[in-house]
Nanobody
């Protein structure tokens, strides 16, 4: 199983970036794919998730209306379009996958958790300058 993130970098506040997560080694449609992030000194937190099989998406409250997750089932790749970036979005971003997750269980009161996902990428840095 491999998950490889790309598309990170340095961007000014208010700008945009698109992250990609290229996957291989598992049945893409049967897994939930999530994006997480970890800022310096903070715990890793769930940002967004997608079920490629039915297109269901999940967003953390902090990114709703600014980030958009999508999947290309032909390429086994998930994208995270990030708009209106601010300093608080600076973090290492990770994509993760798991075959057992039912994304619909997540909500504002029950956010997507790191312990729910089995497979992880190496992460990629996103830095937003003020």
């Amino acid at each position: 199983v491999q998950l490889v993130e790309s598309g990170g970098g340095l961007v000014q506040a208010g700008g945009s970036l698109r992250l990609s997560c290229a996957t291989s080694g598992f049945n893409f449609r049967d897994h939930a794919i999530g994006w997480f992030r970890q800022a310096p000194g903070k715990e890793r937190e769930g940002v967004s998730g997608v079920s490629p099989g039915d297109g269901y998406t999940y967003y953390a409250d902090s990114v709703k209306g600014r980030f958009t997750i999508s999947s290309d089932n032909a390429k086994n790749t998930v994208y995270l379009q990030m708009n209106s970036l601010n300093f608080e979005d600076t973090a290492v971003y990770y994509c993760a996958a798991d075959p057992r997750i039912f994304l619909r269980k997540y909500s504002s009161n029950w956010p997507m958790g790191i312990h729910d996902f089995e497979y992880w990428g190496q992460g990629i840095q996103v830095t937003v300058s003020s």
